[in-house]
């Protein structure tokens, strides 16, 4: 009877306090039955094999006692989908992205390996898991006592089918977003062009920036990539849904726009800086300084552009083929 | 896990699933007699409704909440058990959710007809 006992005072030890005893001295009675009559069908007293196989029947004292308690949770089924689509963006576009963005960066920089050698690589993950920590940890708190207050019944259960959104046709492309991109590419060029961008010496403010010969392959890039900005715009004008077609040429002219931004970050483009508060040794450190900080900066650039061309990329899995 | 495995455990999911729903029933109908949890537990298995000791007891204590059931402790073969009976509110509420059980029994015999 022994493991009996401790069954028992395992259950207990999960049960309120209020209700301990009626609960377990039912629950006893109820073993010491099982086993009696188990004991009267094979005409012996039960081994503690036996013994231990009622108890495995009736399941883990945890659980037996979990039964007895009301139903509670921490963040209620009304709020749960808000609360995980909430987890899953946080965890999808912000902490899985900076812990691949350090991978890559502890992979691809050796100045980033040379300042943390060894142990300290991984101890510079620390604001990474305390962004973890902090975020998921909020996150939870806010939702719990979001589903304790008055506001849970304002936010789900006053609704009206009225004021549900609009049916959302993934394939439509927004008139206002194409207006606003045609826009922006017209601006670029015409301010590109305007402001004679292809020479590589500028003035401004008393300093004297100039660029490295590659520029002029860069001037006539953007020249090209606002055009066929304009061109993508003008086509989703006219034909305002995506098609395989329109889909990939969107591909296309993003893998040209991030594929130009990562050039320009890592292709050391400063040449000189002049600058009358500055001496020489100063301008050559800055213009030093500030092609190292653009090209260590390149893998964001391939950090945000994997992702901008993961989604050019599930669009056009998306759209349906045409007949 | 092999697909028979798979389907053996998604009947096992349907099956409890389906027969949760009838145990207060079940409970209630066998409580017009008085009796201690395991000599119910003996009862119900007997007629085809077995229930385990992590679902009756629970059970029992929640329609005892609920006003259907009157419980009490007595000695018995000097050992002391709980007894339980149907309450009056329990009995009227037996009543109804028969009249329920047999329309809802009459609707799946209809759905069923043909299979």
Same mark, same amino acid.
Not at chain 1, 147 to 167: C, E, K, Q, T
Not at chain 1, 237 to 243: K, M, V
Not at chain 2, 96 to 103: F, N
């Given at each position: 009877?022994?493991?009996?006992?401790?069954?028992?005072?395992?259950?207990?030890?999960?049960?309120?306090?209020?209700?301990?005893?009626?609960?377990?001295?039912?629950?006893?009675?109820?073993?010491?039955?099982?086993?009696?009559?188990?004991?009267?069908?094979?005409?012996?007293?039960?081994?503690?094999?036996?013994?231990?196989?009622?108890?495995?029947?009736?399941?883990?004292?945890?659980?037996?006692?979990?039964?007895?308690?009301?139903?509670?949770?921490?963040?209620?089924?009304?709020?749960?989908?808000?609360?995980?689509?909430?987890?899953?963006?946080?965890?999808?576009?912000?902490?899985?992205?900076?812990?691949?963005?350090?991978?890559g960066i502890s992979?691809f920089s050796p100045d980033f390996r040379a300042d943390h050698p %060894?142990? &300290?690589? =991984?101890?510079? #993950?620390? $604001?990474? +898991?305390?962004?973890?920590?902090? !975020? @998921?940890? /909020?996150?939870?708190?806010?939702?719990?006592?979001?589903?304790?207050?008055?506001?849970?019944?304002?936010?789900?259960?006053?609704?009206?089918?009225?004021?549900?959104?609009?049916?959302?046709?993934?394939?439509?492309?927004?008139?206002?977003?194409?207006?606003?991109?045609?826009?922006?590419?017209?601006?670029?060029?015409?301010?590109?062009?305007?402001?004679?961008?292809?020479r590589r010496m500028f003035h401004a403010l008393g300093v004297t920036i100039t660029l490295s010969s590659r520029w002029p392959y860069f001037?006539?890039?953007?020249?090209?990539?606002?055009?066929?900005?304009? %061109?993508? &715009?003008? =086509?989703?004008? #006219?034909? $305002?849904? +995506?098609?395989?077609?329109?889909? !990939? @040429?969107? /591909?296309?002219?993003?893998?040209?726009?991030?594929?130009l931004v990562f050039w320009i970050f890592r292709a050391n483009l400063l040449q000189s800086l002049n600058a009358s508060s500055l001496s020489s040794s100063e301008a050559i450190e800055a213009v030093r300084s500030l092609n190292i900080w653009l090209a260590n900066s390149a893998l964001w650039v391939v950090?945000?552009?994997?992702?901008?061309?993961?989604?050019?990329?599930?669009?056009?899995?998306?759209?349906?083929?045409?007949? | 896990?092999?697909?028979?495995?798979?389907?053996?455990?998604?009947?096992?999911?349907?099956?409890?699933?389906?027969?949760?729903?009838?145990?207060?029933?079940?409970?209630?109908?066998?409580?017009?007699?008085?009796?201690?949890?395991?000599?119910?537990?003996?009862?119900?298995?007997?007629?085809?409704?077995?229930?385990?000791?992590?679902?009756?007891?629970?059970?029992?204590?929640?329609?005892?909440?609920?006003?259907?059931?009157?419980?009490?402790?007595?000695?018995?073969?000097?050992?002391?058990?709980?007894?339980?009976?149907?309450?009056?509110?329990?009995?009227?509420?037996?009543?109804?959710?028969?009249?329920?059980?047999?329309?809802?029994?009459?609707?799946?015999?209809?759905?069923?007809?043909?299979?």
């Amino acid at each position: 009877m022994q493991l009996v006992d401790r069954y028992l005072q395992a259950v207990k030890f999960w049960l309120p306090r209020s209700e301990k005893n009626d609960i377990i001295a039912e629950l006893a009675e109820d073993l010491r039955s099982q086993i009696e009559d188990r004991e009267s069908e094979v005409g012996r007293k039960l081994s503690d094999a036996d013994v231990e196989a009622i108890l495995k029947r009736c399941g883990p004292p945890m659980a037996v006692a979990g039964r007895y308690l009301p139903q509670r949770y921490l963040i209620g089924p009304a709020l749960f989908p808000i609360y995980r689509v909430v987890i899953r963006s946080l965890v999808f576009y912000f902490l899985l992205p900076w812990l691949l963005l350090w991978t890559g960066i502890s992979i691809f920089s050796p100045d980033f390996r040379a300042d943390h050698p %060894g142990a &300290a690589l =991984f101890a510079s #993950l620390e $604001p990474w +898991w305390l962004a973890c920590t902090y !975020s @998921l940890f /909020l996150n939870t708190l806010v939702f719990a006592l979001l589903d304790r207050s008055g506001l849970r019944a304002h936010m789900v259960d006053d609704w009206n089918p009225r004021s549900l959104p609009a049916i959302r046709d993934p394939n439509h492309i927004s008139r206002a977003g194409t207006v606003i991109e045609l826009t922006v590419a017209v601006a670029t060029l015409t301010l590109w062009v305007q402001l004679d961008a292809y020479r590589r010496m500028f003035h401004a403010l008393g300093v004297t920036i100039t660029l490295s010969s590659r520029w002029p392959y860069f001037f006539w890039a953007l020249v090209l990539l606002s055009l066929a900005g304009i %061109g993508l &715009a003008g =086509f989703n004008l #006219l034909n $305002p849904r +995506w098609t395989r077609f329109s889909a !990939s @040429l969107r /591909l296309g002219v993003d893998v040209y726009t991030w594929g130009l931004v990562f050039w320009i970050f890592r292709a050391n483009l400063l040449q000189s800086l002049n600058a009358s508060s500055l001496s020489s040794s100063e301008a050559i450190e800055a213009v030093r300084s500030l092609n190292i900080w653009l090209a260590n900066s390149a893998l964001w650039v391939v950090a945000i552009g994997v992702v901008v061309l993961a989604f050019d990329v599930r669009r056009i899995l998306r759209v349906p083929p045409t007949k | 896990m092999s697909q028979s495995t798979q389907a053996d455990e998604r009947f096992e999911n349907l099956r409890q699933e389906l027969r949760r729903g009838s145990l207060p029933l079940a409970v209630l109908a066998a409580l017009r007699t008085e009796h201690y949890g395991y000599t119910l537990r003996k009862t119900l298995a007997d007629q085809g409704m077995a229930i385990d000791e992590g679902t009756l007891y629970p059970l029992l204590r929640r329609l005892e909440t609920q006003g259907l059931l009157v419980s009490q402790w007595r000695e018995e073969d000097k050992r002391n058990k709980r007894f339980y009976r149907l309450s009056p509110d329990g009995k009227s509420i037996l009543k109804q959710l028969l009249t329920e059980w047999k329309s809802i029994h009459a609707s799946l015999e209809d759905i069923f007809h043909d299979i």
